[in-house]
């Protein structure tokens, strides 16, 4: 009988994950199976503590200045039974002229009842990258509720670049609210791409404030809707200072009786700054569908492309 | 006597209340290549997205026959499947389809040519129109390539595509000049191979290559007939016409 480890390591690897960098030591890595650490390893550079406390997993990780590795410290999350709670708080500091990337597979393959909970705050001080790559797997079923909320804090020439992915399998109820705030010449990127199908309920806020001179901001959805799910995405950008500069980009496109809300909310309160937005809800983009067409393939056929390019 | 590839009996359009297309009654042969030339707003491109049977150019008059069979309520990709293909003036922007992607699902000659991959192929047109495969292959086709980088990539997918009749709406737009000169020897040797095309353009030196050559002025076909006559004509009379700013029919 296969253990619950060996369960969430092929969903890992459904999910696109490589299960080969579990086993290579010149990466670090970190493996959490509901509020139990199934395998950590760590190198030298990054400190990181986890313990659980009252079913919380309390994740407490530094980045040492000057640090830079070569590859993202590789992270799965997990449930495999159909039921149960994953609650997991981050704290982080990535400190001077470090360069850190995390890539976080989040699987949950057999979800009925499951609920994941994250708690995230992370301060990069100034000269730093922080790259955080999440990848999500909920299963089939659609019987989870996922619900992130993080915050950043973006020092001094420094840059957050933070990717959810879930482009496979049901989403579930998804609830994402990011907050991430950058100091001057900071600068953060925010990216969103989630297949939303059945009754799957997705709502994201994401906002960017651009609090330093000269910080910029690009906050970007890719939604598609398929079945009766409904998706919301509010994407923020707030330029508080003289040469600051965001965009919002957002896409949501429905099939069949799938609907959408998009509210970009824009506030600029400098002049001298700038921020734009655009937004497209609704069908897939005529030209774009007939110039497929006309290399005769199908409506569905073409839409398949279409969306399929839209989450790559 | 021989039936025409495509034929076009008294073909109207009409959008939000104007006349785009006035009865144009036009034949194109197997291995002939035909130019539609006339000002902008004349309705060349509204006559070649009726012919592919874009949605809002339905024909409120008119047949079209392919290969003798009427095609006027076929759909799109039905056309396109007979062997009617498009190349776009303003090619459409795909986010996360990469070149090489979108040249496979346009590639038709992996039947017909089976000895050479698609790789070779797609590199072989690629560089047809100047481009380096090795940089375009592996990008997006989105908003990161000019719009003349584009351009050529939809005309190596619509070349690679190797339709039996190629509609080229302005072929040499946004392109360089030496993207311009490859793009007409492709049109050239297209037809030599037993292959038809209409080329759309509203520039004389474009509608050179073409064997025959039909002015098209506010939506009707003004004359038709031999290239090097058709251009005389259009030199001669079309440039200093007061019409050519008045192309919208009431």
């Known amino acids: 009988m296969k253990t619950n480890q060996h369960l969430l390591t092929e969903a890992y690897k459904k999910a696109g994950g490589m299960p080969e960098v579990f086993s290579n030591r010149e990466m670090a890595h970190l493996m959490i199976h509901g509020d139990e650490v199934y395998s950590s390893h760590l190198i030298p550079g990054l400190d990181l503590d986890v313990q659980t406390n009252g079913g919380v997993v309390e994740v407490y990780f530094r980045m040492h200045q000057g640090q830079v590795f070569n590859h993202p410290v590789n992270i799965c999350f997990g449930i495999v039974p159909e039921k149960g709670k994953q609650e997991i708080k981050v704290d982080g500091e990535i400190e001077e002229d470090a360069k850190l990337e995390f890539l976080a597979y989040c699987v949950f393959p057999n979800a009925i009842k499951v609920e994941h909970f994250m708690n995230g705050r992370v301060n990069i001080r100034a000269n730093s990258s922080f790259h955080y790559t999440e990848v999500h797997y909920h299963g089939d079923n659609g019987g989870i509720l996922v619900k992130p909320k993080v915050t950043v804090s973006v020092g001094e020439n420094s840059i957050y670049q933070g990717n959810f992915y879930l482009t496979k399998g049901r989403a579930g109820q998804v609830d994402i609210d990011y907050e991430i705030s950058t100091e001057t010449a900071g600068k953060v990127d925010l990216l969103a791409k989630i297949n939303a199908s059945g009754d799957d309920n997705v709502r994201i806020r994401e906002s960017a404030i651009l609090k330093g001179t000269n910080s910029k901001g690009l906050v970007r959805s890719r939604i598609v809707g398929r079945g009766s799910s409904r998706s919301e995405v509010i994407s923020e950008i707030i330029a508080l200072n003289a040469g600051c500069y965001g965009h919002v980009d957002c896409i949501e496109t429905l099939l069949e009786q799938a609907t959408a809300k998009a509210i970009p909310l824009v506030d600029v309160q400098h002049r001298l700054a700038t921020v734009t937005h655009e937004a497209a809800v609704g069908r897939v983009n005529k030209k774009q569908l007939e110039t497929i067409m006309a290399k005769g393939l199908s409506e569905d056929e073409a839409i398949e492309i279409l969306v399929g390019g839209l989450l790559r | ?250």
């Open chain 2, 1 to 250: 006597m021989i039936q025409p590839l495509l034929q076009i009996e008294e073909l109207c359009l009409e959008s939000d209340g104007h006349r785009i297309l006035n009865s144009v009654s036009i034949s194109i042969n197997q291995g002939e290549v035909v130019a539609i030339l006339g000002h902008n707003g004349a309705g060349k491109s509204s006559l070649a997205y009726t012919i592919m049977g874009l949605t809002d150019y339905k024909p409120s008059n008119g047949r079209i026959f392919y290969q003798g069979k009427d095609i006027t309520t076929k759909m799109i990709d039905q056309r396109a499947k007979l062997g009617i293909g498009l190349a776009w003036q303003e090619p459409a922007r795909f986010e996360g389809v990469l070149v090489k992607e979108y040249l496979r699902i346009s590639d038709n000659e992996s039947a017909t040519n089976p000895e050479v991959t698609f790789e070779d192929r797609c590199t072989n047109y690629l560089k047809l129109v100047g481009l380096d495969p090795e940089r375009y292959l592996d990008r997006a086709l989105d908003e990161k390539l000019s719009g003349g980088e584009r351009k050529k990539i939809e005309l190596a997918a619509t070349f690679l595509r190797n339709p039996k009749l190629m509609l080229l709406d302005e072929p040499d737009s946004g392109i360089d000049a030496e993207g311009t000169t490859l793009v007409k020897g492709l049109i050239s040797q297209f037809a030599k191979s037993g292959n038809s095309a209409l080329i759309i353009t509203h520039q004389p030196y474009i509608a050179e290559v073409a064997d025959r050559v039909a002015i098209l002025c506010k939506g009707s076909i003004e004359r038709i007939g031999e290239a090097r006559e058709m251009l005389d004509y259009y030199y001669t009379i079309c440039q200093g016409c007061p019409n050519r700013f008045d192309s919208d029919l009431k």
